[in-house]
């Protein structure tokens, strides 16, 4: 069967590019090695379809050079995001600034007199052969098999700085990526009733580590480990750069503290049918803690159905749930976060969210989807402090037992109904509008709030 190969160039995950190559792989004319890693790289391919409907599909994925997003909900918030990108043989170059006008909680946050922000959106430049890969840059890098939000790295808080690199060989793919995060000015630990005054200007890293076994195209399963780490004038070892190493052993051995996460998911692809799920461990309990500390664990699990009882309809149903304390830390400096936003599930810990969509392709110009979550969300944060003493524990000191939706849980429903215009490769069109519906809204018992929402975005001109 022919095959033919995608850009090198990344498809970003925020992007509608994005959402036709999933269908596509659940329709089985899309293949990749790595689906728990995204954007999808040049080892992912194409096969031509005689279907014309499939066609369709497989014209759609082109570059654009401009984009235009506005957004009217509890904010007003319009992003111009001009790009360029070029590949040459195994080398692909990629350049888009971000210029907000309006303000939300995502950065670019400093505005140039009082008119507009701006920063680089993505920028970088990488290497891809079939056995070896480098890329040095900004991107928003997704790890997981949900084609929406995943909870190791989530890809939708703010842009991360990388140095990563891959290796595959045969049915496995070793997987590297390394970020500095922000420097935080922070007291060493944070707990309740601490009278630590203390403070330091802590340097902080990011390290994820995967191994994808695909045995087969249509099963994938992984493994992966991440550490959030650092301190006051900490340095880099060649330890960290190792691809093979855990750096739970360097902790353990040798004292270099970190906020460990492990993450197992699996992926399998039928016809026209896909199923996916995910466990994320924090910091696992071996045996029972003194301290009653409960094990910390977040769970996603979802279905993917092509032209189930609708023909030219694509489906997706997912659910996650995360319990009280995972991505918390008594060591303020190794919270799972940037810029105070979450690295992983963007809604933090303490919550569960269920979420469907469903897309209709009437013919090759225009797409038509609907799509609902429900969020209960716990009072609970990544940046909640540490509810026992640590180093050294305390006797009698226990954690709280409600681990999962403490507090006055907020519930928001959120309900969207849009449309997709296509025109050749030169304009994108997506217009939706939403229901926003919060009972106990920021976690005050009985008050709610309604927002209406409307979202346009445009993609033009494929130079």
Known sequence: MAIFFILALYYPIDSWQNELLEELQVRGYFITNTPGIRPYDIESNITP???????????RL???????????D??????????????????????????KFGSDSLPPSNVFKNLFSADYERVYVK??????????GRERFSIGPSPNYNMLLSGYGPPLDWFHYNLSAKYIRLSYYLSQLDDLLCKPLEYLGDTITTLINARRYLIIKRLDFIPVHWFNCSFSEAATFGGENYTLMPYHFNPLVFIHTLQHNWGYDANLFFHLDAKIFLKNFAIYSAILVDDYQLEPDPNGEPNHLGMNMGVEFAD???SRTFWNIEYHRLSRWIYCIYAPYQRYMYYSHPIGFPFGPDCD??????????????????????????????????????????????????????????KILNVNVGVKFFYQRILFLQTDVGVLNNQNYHHNPGQSKNTLQLNIHIQFLKL
């Open 62 to 72: 082109w570059l654009a050079n401009l984009s235009l997003n506005i957004k009217f």
């Open 74 to 99: 509890t904010v007003k918030v319009a992003r111009f995001k001009p790009m360029v990108h070029y590949n040459f043989s195994k080398f692909s170059l990629y350049l888009q600034p971000d210029v």
């Open 127 to 136: 290497y891809q052969a079939f056995h070896f890969g480098i890329f040095i």
């Open 353 to 410: 969210r269920l979420f469907a969509k469903i897309v209709y392709h009437p013919n090759k110009k225009f797409d038509l989807f609907i799509q609902g979550s429900y969020l209960r969300k716990g009072e609970n944060s990544v940046n909640s402090i540490w509810p026992i003493p640590e180093k050294p524990r305390v006797p009698g000191t226990s954690f709280p037992e409600d681990n999962f939706l403490s507090g006055t849980v907020e």
């Open 49 to 59: 379809s005689p279907d014309s409907f499939v066609i369709e599909l497989q014209n």
């Open 308 to 310: 189930f009882i609708i």
